[in-house]
Nanobody, 119 residues
């Protein structure tokens, strides 16, 4: 069982920066495939960025070049650095941990942190 706790959300002006963090409990953090998702108001949850245990990353097209996902396996933390923020980045941001088992993948989710981009 993994518990995920996000932090760092808030209100930021367009063009500004924000870093959200996700602290994970438990062991074997480096074996988890980590991701950030977001759910804009009135819309479906969508993948923002992913990072493997070895550090391979992937981003949705709309955030490429502006967002950076990273992880610290020694501290059990994954980060999402968000630069050049736009109003359309406003959403609840969720941390996800995926663990592969012989029965299939198992997903864990954080409670989410609100990011609002507005002047």
């Amino acid at each position: 069982q993994v518990q995920l706790v996000e932090s760092g959300g808030g209100l930021v002006q367009p063009g500004g920066s924000l870093r959200v963090s996700c602290a994970a409990s438990g062991s074997d953090f480096n074996r988890y495939f980590m991701a950030w998702y977001r759910q804009p108001p009135g819309k479906q949850r969508e993948m923002v960025a992913t990072i493997s245990g070895s550090g391979t990353t992937n981003y949705r097209q709309s955030v490429k070049g502006r967002f950076t996902i990273s992880r610290d396996n020694a501290k059990n933390i994954v980060y999402l650095q968000m630069n050049s923020l736009k109003p359309e980045d406003t959403a609840i941001y969720y941390c996800n941990a995926r663990f592969s088992t012989t029965s299939g993948p198992v997903d864990f989710w954080g409670q989410g942190t609100q990011v609002t981009v507005s002047s």
